[in-house]
């Protein structure tokens, strides 16, 4: 068997109702790898088992286990010796959290959702919620982190796990910046979209008609429009000061549209610009264009009026 390298693992423990689910689906989406309710029997081959072809350095993401008293085989105090063997023996970084919360506020979410408590299937739910806190103590008390969630709503529970949870690039949502032609349909996946038609259009230019936003002879035609400089600037200042936001709320993948017309001139432009700004700003965006590709068509542009140098 393979020996494993060290990894960092959180185990994630609580009382039922307290969390867990949320805690480790907001894990999961920060990029933590998340195993649920593993016997600990196992813990090991999992460990040392080799992820599938084409996972190239996830091998170093943090491993989260969820394990309470529905886990077969649990027992407390000997989860707490296996953590410290994790520790001791193998160099893991092991950190374990605990999900809290008060015996009243447990009854009422059971009652709320209609769920049975599983150490009370056929009796209240308030006689499972003491037998788990007493089944559960050694993990309480040996536990690095504790949150009581006895006032918090799902939303503030994500916060919190992102609070003290989130990893270094690990958590930033994917960013991607596209480009598209509106005549050619908006794009449904846009979480920001702007419009770059009130520039001047290089289509209805001869010379620039068969080339795309990343030929340098159209992004001068582009730049040279009065509007550009101070438009183009505005928008890079809003991503800076919002793409951290949606990051903070929880976003896995955040998408800033730019459109034209056709989606092959004024917008491919823009969004090269605005990725490269992003990138020397700390960000980590993908381009894509795509209509980029798509053949010009005179019918699909609206021909400005005095001349084809004019502002559409």
């Given at each position: 068997?393979?020996?494993?390298?060290?990894?960092?693992?959180?185990?994630?423990?609580?009382?039922?109702?307290?969390?867990?689910?949320?805690?480790?689906?907001?894990?999961?989406?920060?990029?933590?790898?998340?195993?649920?309710?593993?016997?600990?029997?196992?813990?090991?081959?999992?460990?040392?088992?080799?992820?599938?072809?084409?996972?190239?350095?996830?091998?170093?993401?943090?491993?989260?286990?969820?394990?309470?008293?529905?886990?077969?085989?649990?027992?407390?105090?000997?989860?707490?010796?296996?953590?410290?063997?994790?520790?001791?023996?193998?160099?893991?970084?092991?950190e374990t959290l605990f999900l809290d919360c008060s015996g009243t506020e447990?009854?009422?979410?059971?009652?709320?959702?209609?769920?049975?408590?599983?150490?009370?299937?056929?009796?209240?739910?308030?006689?499972?919620?003491?037998?788990?806190?007493?089944?559960?103590?050694?993990?309480r008390r040996w536990a690095t982190q504790v949150i009581d969630t006895t006032?918090?709503?799902?939303?503030?529970?994500?916060?919190?796990?992102?609070?003290?949870?989130?990893?270094?690039?690990?958590?930033?949502?994917?960013?991607?910046?596209?480009?598209?032609?509106?005549?050619?349909?908006?794009?449904?996946?846009?979480?920001?979209?702007?419009?770059?038609?009130?520039?001047?259009?290089?289509?209805?230019?001869?010379?620039?008609?068969?080339?795309?936003?990343?030929?340098?002879?159209?992004?001068?035609?582009?730049?040279?429009?009065?509007?550009?400089?101070?438009?183009?600037?505005?928008?890079?200042?809003?991503?800076?000061?919002?793409?951290?936001?949606?990051?903070?709320?929880?976003?896995?993948?955040?998408?800033?549209?730019?459109?034209?017309?056709?989606?092959?001139?004024?917008?491919?432009?823009?969004?090269?610009?605005?990725?490269?700004?992003?990138?020397?700003?700390?960000?980590?965006?993908?381009?894509?264009?795509?209509?980029?590709?798509?053949?010009?068509?005179?019918?699909?542009?609206?021909?400005?009026?005095?001349?084809?140098?004019?502002?559409?």
């Amino acid at each position: 068997m393979t020996q494993s390298h060290p990894k960092s693992i959180l185990l994630l423990s609580g009382l039922s109702g307290a969390g867990k689910t949320t805690a480790l689906k907001t894990l999961e989406d920060m990029g933590w790898e998340v195993v649920d309710n593993l016997p600990l029997v196992l813990l090991d081959r999992l460990l040392d088992t080799p992820l599938p072809a084409g996972h190239a350095g996830a091998d170093d993401r943090p491993l989260a286990l969820g394990i309470d008293a529905r886990t077969r085989g649990f027992d407390a105090n000997a989860i707490v010796q296996r953590i410290k063997a994790l520790r001791d023996k193998h160099g893991h970084d092991v950190e374990t959290l605990f999900l809290d919360c008060s015996g009243t506020e447990l009854e009422r979410r059971f009652a709320e959702t209609r769920r049975r408590h599983p150490l009370a299937l056929d009796r209240p739910a308030a006689d499972g919620i003491a037998r788990e806190r007493e089944l559960t103590e050694p993990l309480r008390r040996w536990a690095t982190q504790v949150i009581d969630t006895t006032s918090f709503s799902s939303n503030a529970l994500q916060q919190e796990i992102r609070d003290r949870f989130s990893r270094e690039r690990l958590s930033d949502p994917v960013l991607t910046i596209l480009s598209f032609g509106f005549s050619r349909g908006m794009p449904r996946n846009a979480d920001l979209m702007f419009d770059m038609r009130f520039l001047r259009n290089p289509h209805w230019d001869e010379t620039l008609r068969a080339k795309t936003g990343q030929d340098a002879d159209v992004a001068t035609y582009i730049v040279a429009d009065p509007a550009y400089e101070e438009a183009v600037g505005k928008i890079e200042e809003l991503l800076k000061i919002v793409l951290p936001r949606y990051a903070e709320a929880g976003k896995a993948y955040i998408t800033v549209a730019f459109g034209c017309t056709g989606g092959r001139h004024r917008s491919v432009h823009v969004a090269e610009r605005v990725a490269r700004y992003l990138q020397d700003a700390g960000f980590s965006p993908t381009v894509s264009h795509r209509n980029m590709e798509s053949a010009p068509q005179d019918s699909l542009e609206k021909r400005p009026p005095g001349g084809p140098k004019a502002i559409s």
